[in-house]
Every structure is written in structure tokens, then in C-alpha cells.
């Protein structure tokens, strides 16, 4: 019987110990999940809004594009609107930037380079940084001075930003 009291109680203070050790875990990762939001200036769950690119200049790669569509190979909803931008990009200047590497990025390239100009590998990525684009697709309305006037992830509310 001593020993069963004795292994109840080493269990239990055990089970004290990992308790404390837990706390203290959860502790030092609220201190840095607080220590990363301030370095990066905004909440991890904050969504993107593509609305804080309105007012840029375009760079020199995008110099002259009205239309302009950020794409990336590991996004299936770059695929989908691929074609909607071709379409949506005839008859205008518009540039594709289509970031990663590889045969995803030459079927967005073939898809959208019939009607625009078409950037990828390290230029699309210096690209797509230098303008501060975080989501994809991003789509991207410039006026003739370069300036961009309109931002979405969706041509539609493109269309509808630009009317307005």
C-alpha cells in the first residue's frame, strides 16, 4: 500500500510539473506573437486590402501598362482568372507579372502573353516587392502618368472602383 501512495503521489506531482511547463510555453509564445505583430506593424489576422496600393507609381519594369495582374503558380484562383484578364486586357497596355518558376508559370505566361507583356522569374518578384503586392491575384488599374488608381483581387471590383 506505501507504494501506491507514493506512485500517486510522484504522478501527481508529475502532472504539476507539466502543468507549469505548459504556462510558462503559452506565456513566451504570446510574448512573441506580440513582439512579431509590433515589428511588422499589423496584425497577423488582419486581411490584406489591395486599396493601400492605390496612389503608387508604377516602376520602371511596369512603365506604361493601364492594366496590370499579379499571379503566382501556387494559386489556383491565378489559374481561374487568367483568362478573365486576357479578356480583360485586349485592346489595352497592360503587363502580367507571374511569380515561381517552372510549367505553371509558362501556362500563365502562355495564357495571359497574347494580349500583354508578360514578366516573370527574379523580375517578377523584385516586381511585386517593390510595389508592396501581398495577395494574389492582385489586379491593378494605372493612369497614363503611371500613378495606380484602382487595386483589387477582382477584375470586377476593378471595373466597378474605376467607374465610381
Known sequence: MPFLVAAVV???LLCLLNLLVTLGLLRRLRE???ELERLSGRSAFMPY?????VGRTL???AAGARLVGFFDVGCDTCHER???FAEAAEGQPALAVVNGDGAKAGELAAVVGGVSSVITGEEAGRLTHALGVEAFPTFLRADPEGRVVAADTELAGLAAATTA
Open 10 to 12: 510522484f504522478f501527481g
Open 32 to 34: 512573441h506573437a506580440a
Open 59 to 61: 516602376p520602371e519594369a
Open 82 to 84: 487568367a483568362p478573365q
Open 49 to 53: 486590402d489591395p486599396g493601400v496600393l
